[in-house]
């Protein structure tokens, strides 16, 4: 038995030896999971370190239009970053018919969180996967708009 516990120890310590942690991904930070609660996401996209907004994507599901040019706009600045998600309050709601044709992708490291969005609410996804649907956190879409006027639907 002890013989058993001593391998078994290795074992689990080469494997935990092993495990990579890039430089900008601290012990601890954990990728966004399907099974996340609502308090898990909300506290994920207040600490976003980067944005990209997606300012176009043609129409969801088989509809999507390929002609129209998507447009991306990455805010990496912090004071960006902070003034779009500092104060979200996520408030789930069911999942709805509407056109999200807009997404926002919230990064904190390697890891990222999607939303598709109108502008009344937003659906999350992981892995492009839907995970729930919520309201649209104040400030949000207004602060989105900005930017999509600022540089056009296709990002230019």
Known sequence: MKVCVMLLALILNWQFVCLPVSAEE???????AATWTIGEFQSFIQSADKLELILNRGYP?????????????????????????????????PPCQC???????????????EASICDHCLDLMVGGKFVMGCKMPEGIYNEFKRH????GKTGK
Do not use: C
Request: glycine fraction near 6%; charged fraction near 30%; avoid cysteine.
């Open 99 to 113: 056109d999200h044709s807009r997404m926002i992708v919230f990064w904190k490291g390697n890891h990222s969180v």
């Open 26 to 32: 601290k012990p601890g930070d954990a990728a966004p």
């Open 61 to 93: 599901n088989d509809q999507v239009d390929k002609t129209v040019p998507v447009g991306k706009v990455v805010l990496d600045s912090p004071a960006e970053v902070r003034a779009m998600v500092s104060g979200v309050k996520l408030v789930a709601k």
């Open 148 to 151: 999509e006027d600022k540089h």
